[in-house]
């Protein structure tokens, strides 16, 4: 029984990127630490010439701002028309925040729901506090909304392979960052600087799209999966062959995930799930643009109608 199986992998930037920063991390090269990973690197330009019958490779075509944005523009037609055809279905999300989370301001009759109306109510709840929290600058406030709020979600607590947010909540709060953070974060948000956020996972967008519910939403797998299966859609019936960067979002699972794309990039930094958050938001709001929908609210709750699988 063979130990060792050879594969080729291919590595995109990210991906490189992610290498050396652990590489720097452990004091060693780049190719030392791949070297002891049990990896040979070899340069894209090296890699051997097609053999005797096989056809080379065609470099992707680049597409000029022109094309990029008029296909851009379909797309988000084609979008609006897959979001209208979903707009009477049932929402049902099932959340149930707690006992540890749950504040004196929470109502109990709010601590467990399922309908669009309970889930909205929850949010409107906990940007009202939140708001609170940063204009007395209240740090005890400030921990009870972070910690109910993203529990509300259902990622504060680690499940299984999923990494919670627990574990950073809890030492943001014991230390005193907790409050500096948000009001930092909080004027990356007014001033559109959407990269700058010093934290960024699926939890914690839940938190800065309570600090502006008319532009952002909250980011998860589910939602990208539908952004993601829409523009495969999309790219068939149109039959193009390449996509402008503006589409090109990348997905938050793993291969064996039933929510995971072949041919979909997994996104590996917080700087690249940064610029997909941006991405997103720039095509919720392209969307409303056109006039049938007022409020990224519906917008969220139809993606995630759309991420069912």
């Known amino acids: 029984m063979a130990l060792y199986q ?31 990973a049990g990896l040979l690197c070899v340069a894209q330009e090296d890699a051997p010439p097609p053999s ?22 379909r797309f988000i037609t084609f979008l609006n028309t897959q979001l209208l055809a979903c707009r009477d279905k049932p929402f049902s999300c099932r959340y149930s925040i707690s006992p540890a989370n749950q504040a004196s301001w929470l109502p ?3 601590s ?10 929850m949010e409107l709840l906990f940007h009202e506090k939140l708001m609170e929290a940063l204009e007395k600058e209240d740090e005890t406030l400030c921990l009870e909304v972070v910690r109910a709020a993203i529990d509300w979600g259902g990622v504060y607590y680690s499940r299984g392979v999923r990494k919670g947010n627990q574990q950073q909540v809890e030492k ?13 974060s909080y004027r990356h948000i007014l001033s559109r600087e959407l990269e700058k956020l010093e934290i960024f996972t699926s939890g914690w967008s839940i938190i800065w799209y309570l600090m502006d519910m008319e532009e952002l939403f909250i980011l998860s797998s589910r939602k990208i999966y539908a952004l993601n299966k829409v523009i ?33 990039r997994y996104l590996y930094t917080q700087k690249s799930k ?27 709750n139809l993606l995630f109608i759309m991420g069912d699988v």
């Open 274 to 300: 940064l610029i997909l958050f941006k991405k997103c938001v720039r095509i919720l709001g392209e969307i409303r643009q056109r006039g049938d929908f007022v409020h990224n609210k519906e917008l969220d």
């Open 108 to 110: 109990e009759a709010l």
């Open 232 to 264: 495969q859609a999309f790219q068939a019936a149109e039959g193009l062959s390449v996509l402008p960067p503006e589409l090109d979002l990348g997905q938050l699972v793993y291969q064996g995930s039933p929510r995971y794309l072949e041919g979909v």
């Open 6 to 36: 050879e594969v080729m992998l291919k590595m995109d930037q990210e991906c490189v990127e992610l290498f050396e920063k652990e590489a720097a991390r452990r004091n060693m090269s780049l190719s030392t630490f791949l070297q002891d």
């Open 112 to 121: 467990c729901g399922e309908s669009a109306e309970e889930n909205y109510r």
């Open 52 to 73: 005797a019958g096989e056809k080379p490779r065609r470099k992707k075509k680049k597409l000029s701002p022109g094309e990029a944005e008029v296909i851009a523009d």
């Open 172 to 184: 943001l709060g014991r230390e005193g960052e907790l409050l500096p953070v948000l009001r930092r």
